[in-house]
């Protein structure tokens, strides 16, 4: 068997030169008091030196991944792939699966192997030899700094631990003032009870107790620069006819103490908030403008650092922070929630109920962006977050008033007119259908002319029928006046008719008969012409 020791100097291979020694680990260590007694059960076969530190780190890193480096597979290479039955004995589970799969080499990880490790780490200096105490030690502490540097992912110009400590400090000091105020409150509301309904401003009201102490002490000390005239007379008023209990000096001297220490902390809550403002102004300047720096150094701090915020997608950061109610929503199968820390945004609790959820989704979005530039930006300013702060706030005036347009600022959608269709008939003109230079009109109008004559020669007969037509309009006209003329003799005879009905049956007679011999002539001439052409067709085929 073989044995795979990692050293921070290179990869040490040794072979296990009595196999029944690795099935005893019971008292396995004893085999190992003396340098003689182990270098009787493993012998070094082969050490693989790094070159330098960049290759030592690489290595480690690798190994600490569960991979196969560069150099590790060039030594296994050389020894064990030759004698294939013999096993190789590894200390992480994932590096000899990755050996089994790259190499197709059986590799053993177990309780024993890291007994055997521990047996062969106590007598290392002994059993490598050739590496002095010194080197071994530069290499151990040079690979020990790059490994901390690579797993810190130290970056100096964008520090976000500092943003995430701060807000988290910023957190817990809100809760610690939020439990000493309760305490003081309940604690002097036994001597004086009135005085917690008068003063709902929590500073205000740990001034006071410090300034006045006893309540018999109200009337005459001076308010005026802690509450303004009207409060100081309530709070005058109020202690002269206070049903609290009394108390003694020392109680009221140790409620004392405790509006210093709650003093001081809230002084020290605004120095922070400001180291907090600015630190996020200088990292993540567009995000700020945007969602304020509360919340976005609680994004922040959520998710672990400002550039893993940029890996989320905007549907994550609109909900970052809801995730008990999301798994609960769809583990009950319900609504899932709009949002999350995204919330407490300034432009989200402005809104009205029913556009919360429209506009945390484009805050989202445009946050979304703003992280990323802010992440991977070289020279960011906070142009974009204010552009995008702008866009968003007309479009949750446009909310609320009702209209919906697009983001973008785009003019409202045009509605759809009906389309009602129109029949045109236009005729073509011959003139235009020429496609040399108009040189004279007179050559145009000799090809209309020769057009027309053209049509005259084509059509003889139509020429001959509208002939026809033409000459019995005369006789049609003179046929309509004469029973015109009968019709009025006929009504002069019979008695006049007075009413209105009368009359419109005249007027449809006239009608009638004026349309009736137009009709009758016109069938006329139809069969006149008909019946001549027939007429030539017969004589042309008995010639």
Same mark, same amino acid.
């Given at each position: 068997?073989?044995?795979?020791?990692?050293?921070?100097?290179?990869?040490?291979?040794?072979?296990?030169?009595?196999?029944?020694?690795?099935?005893?680990?019971?008292?396995?260590?004893?085999?190992?008091?003396?340098?003689?007694?182990?270098?009787?059960?493993?012998?070094?076969?082969?050490?693989?030196?790094?070159?330098?530190?960049?290759?030592?780190?690489?290595?480690?890193?690798?190994?600490?991944?569960?991979?196969?480096?560069?150099?590790?597979?060039?030594?296994?290479?050389?020894?064990?792939?030759?004698?294939?039955?013999?096993?190789?004995?590894?200390?992480?589970?994932?590096?000899?699966?990755?050996?089994?799969?790259?190499?197709?080499?059986?590799?053993?990880?177990?309780?024993?192997?890291?007994?055997?490790?521990?047996?062969?780490?106590?007598?290392?200096?002994?059993?490598?030899?050739?590496?002095?105490?010194?080197?071994?030690?530069?290499?151990?502490?040079?690979?020990?700094?790059?490994?901390?540097?690579?797993?810190?992912?130290?970056?100096?110009?964008?520090?976000?631990?500092?943003?995430?400590?701060?807000?988290?400090?910023?957190?817990?000091?809100?809760?610690?003032?939020?439990?000493?105020?309760?305490?003081?409150?309940?604690?002097?509301?036994?001597?004086?009870?009135?005085?917690?309904?008068?003063?709902?401003?929590?500073?205000?009201?740990?001034?006071?107790?410090?300034?006045?102490?006893?309540?018999?002490?109200?009337?005459?000390?001076?308010?005026?620069?802690?509450?303004?005239?009207?409060?100081?007379?309530?709070?005058?008023?109020?202690?002269?006819?206070?049903?609290?209990?009394?108390?003694?000096?020392?109680?009221?001297?140790?409620?004392?103490?405790?509006?210093?220490?709650?003093?001081?902390?809230?002084?020290?809550?605004?120095?922070?908030?400001?180291?907090?403002?600015?630190?996020?102004?200088?990292?993540?300047?567009?995000?700020?403008?945007?969602?304020?720096?509360?919340?976005?150094?609680?994004?922040?701090?959520?998710?672990?650092?400002?550039?893993?915020?940029?890996?989320?997608?905007?549907?994550?950061?609109?909900?970052?922070?809801?995730?008990?109610?999301?798994?609960?929503?769809?583990?009950?199968?319900?609504?899932?929630?709009?949002?999350?820390?995204?919330?407490?945004?300034?432009?989200?609790?402005?809104?009205?109920?029913?556009?919360?959820?429209?506009?945390?989704?484009?805050?989202?979005?445009?946050?979304?962006?703003?992280?990323?530039?802010?992440?991977?930006?070289?020279?960011?300013?906070?142009?974009?977050?204010?552009?995008?702060?702008?866009?968003?706030?007309?479009?949750?005036?446009?909310?609320?008033?009702?209209?919906?347009?697009?983001?973008?600022?785009?003019?409202?959608?045009?509605?759809?007119?009906?389309?009602?269709?129109?029949?045109?008939?236009?005729?073509?003109?011959?003139?235009?259908?020429?496609?040399?230079?108009?040189?004279?009109?007179?050559?145009?109008?000799?090809?209309?002319?020769?057009?027309?004559?053209?049509?005259?020669?084509?059509?003889?007969?139509?020429?001959?029928?509208?002939?026809?037509?033409?000459?019995?309009?005369?006789?049609?006209?003179?046929?309509?006046?004469?029973?015109?003329?009968?019709? =009025? +003799?006929?009504?002069?005879?019979?008695?006049? @008719?007075? /009413?209105?009905? %009368? *009359? #419109?049956? !005249?007027?449809? &007679? $006239?009608?009638?008969?004026?349309?009736?011999?137009? =009709? +009758?002539?016109?069938?006329?001439?139809?069969? @006149?012409? /008909?019946?001549? %052409? *027939? #007429?030539? !067709?017969?004589? &042309? $085929?008995?010639?």
């Amino acid at each position: 068997m073989f044995i795979l020791y990692e050293t921070p100097a290179g990869y040490a291979i040794f072979k296990l030169l009595d196999d029944n020694k690795f099935k005893e680990i019971d008292n396995l260590y004893l085999e190992f008091e003396t340098p003689e007694k182990a270098s009787k059960i493993v012998k070094l076969k082969h050490f693989e030196k790094f070159a330098d530190t960049t290759e030592a780190l690489s290595a480690a890193t690798a190994a600490v991944e569960g991979k196969v480096s560069k150099t590790l597979k060039k030594a296994l290479k050389k020894l064990v792939v030759d004698d294939v039955q013999n096993e190789l004995l590894v200390a992480d589970a994932k590096l000899g699966n990755a050996i089994k799969d790259k190499l197709s080499l059986q590799c053993v990880a177990n309780t024993s192997v890291q007994e055997l490790m521990r047996c062969i780490r106590s007598q290392s200096e002994n059993l490598l030899s050739g590496l002095p105490k010194k080197e071994m030690t530069a290499m151990s502490l040079g690979l020990a700094h790059s490994l901390s540097r690579y797993k810190l992912k130290f970056s100096p110009d964008k520090i976000d631990t500092m943003i995430v400590q701060a807000q988290c400090l910023l957190d817990d000091l809100d809760k610690e003032l939020n439990n000493y105020m309760m305490r003081v409150r309940e604690w002097y509301g036994w001597h004086f009870p009135e005085l917690g309904k008068i003063l709902t401003d929590n500073v205000a009201y740990i001034k006071t107790i410090k300034l006045v102490g006893m309540r018999d002490n109200m009337a005459e000390t001076d308010l005026s620069d802690i509450l303004i005239d009207e409060l100081e007379q309530k709070v005058k008023e109020a202690a002269e006819i206070s049903m609290g209990t009394e108390i003694s000096e020392e109680d009221i001297t140790n409620i004392q103490n405790l509006c210093d220490e709650i003093l001081s902390i809230h002084e020290y809550r605004s120095h922070l908030s400001e180291y907090l403002k600015t630190r996020m102004m200088a990292m993540a300047p567009n995000l700020t403008v945007l969602v304020g720096e509360t919340v976005g150094a609680r994004l922040i701090a959520h998710a672990g650092s400002l550039v893993n915020l940029a890996k989320h997608p905007a549907s994550t950061v609109q909900i970052l922070g809801s995730e008990k109610a999301l798994f609960r929503a769809l583990k009950t199968k319900k609504d899932t929630p709009k949002y999350g820390l995204i919330y407490h945004a300034s432009m989200v609790t402005t809104a009205s109920i029913k556009n919360k959820g429209r506009i945390s989704r484009s805050l989202a979005a445009k946050a979304s962006l703003a992280t990323r530039v802010d992440a991977f930006g070289d020279d960011v300013t906070m142009q974009l977050g204010i552009d995008h702060r702008a866009k968003l706030e007309t479009r949750l005036r446009i909310l609320e008033e009702g209209k919906n347009t697009k983001l973008s600022g785009g003019k409202a959608k045009a509605k759809l007119q009906k389309f009602h269709a129109t029949s045109e008939v236009k005729t073509f003109k011959v003139e235009k259908d020429s496609t040399l230079p108009s040189t004279s009109k007179l050559k145009v109008e000799k090809d209309v002319e020769g057009a027309a004559v053209s049509q005259v020669l084509s059509s003889p007969r139509k020429i001959k029928a509208e002939e026809d037509a033409d000459s019995a309009r005369p006789a049609k006209k003179k046929k309509v006046q004469e029973v015109e003329v009968k019709m =009025e +003799e006929e009504e002069a005879v019979d008695e006049p @008719e007075t /009413t209105e009905s %009368a *009359k #419109k049956k !005249k007027k449809k &007679k $006239k009608v009638k008969t004026e349309d009736q011999p137009e =009709e +009758e002539a016109v069938e006329s001439v139809v069969t @006149e012409v /008909t019946s001549s %052409a *027939k #007429k030539s !067709k017969k004589s &042309k $085929k008995t010639e």
